[in-house]
């Protein structure tokens, strides 16, 4: 953890991990002086001709982004180009454009940004994530072919030095790309959310990122020196020489060289100072250069995340499109295994489509399980696609959410017919697949004897367990305060869940933020976490800590907090242990 001075710090979301620091750049999404002119009859046919060349001149900007993406990142994320091709492609909204040049006998420039104008204002007064991101994709191709048809070409942004952290109030996927290929250090964004688009591109990337961080484009300078984390989702301005110097030696922070430096490990999986081997894997949501730098190195996947499916296309995947994402990605980790989790999104998370509800406290409301029940025919596709990629039986799946045993009941119930369904086909599949279910509600933890019975693993999530338990919204800034999972009842549910699993000999995971937490490592070892699975970023000191820990003092030092019924005395005697660690 880097010990921050006074400078000033910007409070936004963290959307991509790593720490970076470097030089601002500012970036204002220009806005061009459009005139307005008249021209005359025997020049419509020239105007419409400019607009069909412009789009055209887009269209072939789009088509290599989207190659750029697929060739860097993969065909799942190249796919968020494909919602700009078919806005830049509107051909209802280009008739109207050209309707309106003949009628009015106006310049194509300032009747395409007139009636694009038009279409965005109602667009921008929803509060609704998927038209927010629509508003963003339309404006980003307007940009374009505007910027075509008043003959300044695709945007000029590379007259910048590599290793600068850009700064804007939004930034589309293309540009995030083009900042990649720029050698961006960090983004900064005043809007955007951890979900978006441009989110998911620079996970993929690897580029530290910071998004909602409130006009941030306005109280940052180009040439200011920045730095940015983003796991805690900061931003610092001008930090002084001291903290300055201060955060460069933690420079190796960096997402891609944390994974490299797993290279200089002794052993994969590490093992504790007495011998025993601790078994560490990784949470991954979308598919990207990560991949193959943790497959290399043979690390498994606690944690497969597949609401991103649902997130670039707006609506749920078919069965074949599932499989092909998870195969190649449970192929290039073979033989290692991978956890599929089954889609966890909540209410506020669906498009405008007939999944959306409307629910004052989403968190509490149909995430999960609950909604999957509920749609089972998109349920069993996901699972079939699921099984599907389950041949080489290095597959096991993961439901999240659960909260009551019934839930289970119905959801193995599910699984089994999507087996019968394949093998009546004839398709390959593990047909031993191990079935895990999240424990991230206080009900499930109490209720993990009843859970054991019925499947073959435990994997905690720690944020939504210690969100839940304690009624604090770890996204909320006033209840960060009451909002750690090291508080007395979160431990307990954890320690009651691992009882539960013992008991039923069964492997419980940690695959929370807890798990990547070097603080909290030696007790959740020592409570008897089986698998502790992270950030890709977290994995190096994770594992660097681990080979200084003696299994058994672990241990006693569970028996010891577990006695404890203050979060101060938790927090301080962890501290200790660490402290004498180094």
């Keep these: ?65 989207r190659k750029s993406a697929g060739q860097k990142i993969g065909g799942p994320v190249a796919k968020i180009f494909d919602t ?33 104008e038009n279409s965005l204002t109602p667009l921008r007064m929803s509060g609704d994530d998927y038209m927010r991101q629509m508003v963003y994709d339309i404006e980003a191709v307007s940009r374009r072919i505007i910027s075509h048809l008043i003959g300044l ?7 910048f030095p590599p290793g600068c952290i850009f700064v804007a109030q939004e930034f589309t996927p293309a540009e995030v790309l083009s900042l990649y290929e720029r050698h961006a250090a960090g983004i900064v964004t005043s809007g955007g959310s951890a979900i978006s688009h441009m989110a998911l591109v620079a996970r993929s990337l690897l580029i530290p990122t910071v998004v909602g961080a409130v006009q941030s484009h306005l109280k940052i300078k180009s040439g200011d020196r920045v730095v940015i984390d983003g796991d805690n989702g900061t931003v610092s301005i001008n930090p002084g020489d001291a903290e300055w110097k201060e955060l460069h030696k933690h420079k190796t922070q960096l997402t891609t060289r944390h994974i490299s430096m797993l290279q200089n490990l002794p052993e994969f999986p590490p093992r504790t100072a007495d011998g025993v081997a601790i078994d560490v894997a990784a949470n991954i949501d979308l598919p990207g250069p990560v991949d193959q730098i943790l497959s290399q190195h043979k690390v498994g996947v606690g944690l497969y995340r597949t609401e991103f499916l649902y997130l670039q296309n707006g609506s749920f995947p078919a069965e074949d499109k599932q499989f092909l994402v998870y195969d190649a990605v449970v192929s290039k980790y073979y033989p290692q295994p991978v956890v599929i989790r089954t889609f966890d999104l909540g209410s506020d998370k669906y498009f405008m489509n007939e999944h959306q509800v409307k629910e004052g406290n989403p968190a509490l409301g149909w995430r999960g399980i609950r909604a999957a029940l509920d749609m089972p025919k998109i349920f069993k596709d996901q ?49 031993a697949i191990e079935v895990g279910v999240m424990i991230e509600v206080p009900s499930a933890a109490v209720a993990a004897e009843l859970m054991a019975e019925r499947v073959a693993f435990f994997s905690i999530g720690s944020n939504d367990l210690t969100q839940y338990t304690l009624a604090a919204d770890r996204d909320n800034e006033r209840l960060a305060r009451i909002f750690n999972p090291l508080h007395p009842a979160v431990l307990r549910l954890i320690e009651i869940s691992i009882a539960a699993a013992r008991r039923r000999n069964i492997p419980i995971a940690m695959c929370g933020e807890m798990s990547g937490d070097i603080i909290a490592i030696p007790l959740l070892i020592g ?51 660490n402290m004498l660690l180094k």
């Design 84 to 116: 700009q091709v078919m806005i830049a492609c509107d051909h209802d909204f280009l008739n109207k454009v050209k309707d309106e040049i003949k009628s009015s006998r106006k310049n194509a420039e300032y009747v395409y940004s007139m009636l694009v």
């Design 527 to 577: 409570l008897g976490i089986t698998q502790l699975s992270m950030n890709p970023s977290k994995l190096p000191a994770a594992c660097r800590l681990i080979t200084k820990l003696n299994y058994q003092k672990t241990v006693e030092l569970a028996a010891a907090i577990m006695k404890m019924k203050t979060l101060k005395e938790i927090e301080a005697r962890l501290l200790d242990y």
């Design 153 to 159: 070409g695709e945007h000029a942004e590379t007259q």
């Design 383 to 431: 699972l079939r696609a699921i099984l599907r990629a389950s041949h080489r039986g290095n597959v096991k799946i993961l439901l999240p959410m659960v909260a009551d045993i019934s839930e289970l009941k119905k959801a193995l119930d599910l699984i089994k017919r999507a087996m019968v369904e394949l093998r009546q086909k004839s398709i390959k599949f593990d047909r």
């Design 1 to 65: 953890m880097v010990t921050r001075k006074k400078s000033p710090l910007i409070k936004g979301i963290a959307a991509s991990p790593g720490l970076a620091f470097g030089e601002a750049r500012v970036i204002f999404k220009w806005e061009h002086s459009i005139e307005e002119r008249i021209v005359p009859a025997s020049g419509v046919n020239a105007e419409i001709a400019r607009l069909d060349k412009a789009v055209e001149e887009t269209l072939v900007e789009l088509e290599r982004w």
